[in-house]
């Protein structure tokens, strides 16, 4: 009777540490399915574009593209809607301020 009581003790110590350690494992398996890698770069340092009228910036992939403007979309997570020109900032995905090139100007938004 006394080894069935070891026995038993040992079995309830295990599956106390099986339970978190299960738990544990199943959060880091979800949290690798849902995440995203970053976008791929297939092409670098292509050349500047010409007619810009808010002038270039690097886009991710490090790539010189037009500058968005006040009132044009920015963001996202890896820039893919573009960054702001000089004199202008992203907030709430729309470029603010004023541009250092044209001087037109867009106020911020209170709330997004």
């Not at 092409?43 to 808010?54: G, I, M, N, R």
């Not at 907030?91 to 541009?99: A, E, F, L, R």
């Amino acid at each position: 009777k006394l080894v069935k009581s070891k026995q038993s003790k040992k079995n309830s110590k295990m599956k106390s540490f099986l339970y978190p350690g299960f738990f544990f494992l199943t959060l880091i398996l979800l949290q690798l399915w849902w995440c995203e890698g970053a976008p791929r770069c297939s092409h670098h340092d292509l050349a500047s574009p010409e007619k810009c009228t808010y002038g270039t910036v690097r886009d991710w992939c490090r790539n010189q593209v037009c500058a968005k403007g006040p009132g044009e979309a920015c963001g996202g997570l890896f820039l893919e809607r573009g960054k702001c020109g000089d004199g202008t900032f992203c907030s709430c995905g729309i470029c603010s301020g004023c541009s250092s090139i044209t001087s037109e100007c867009r106020p911020s938004p209170l709330v997004c």
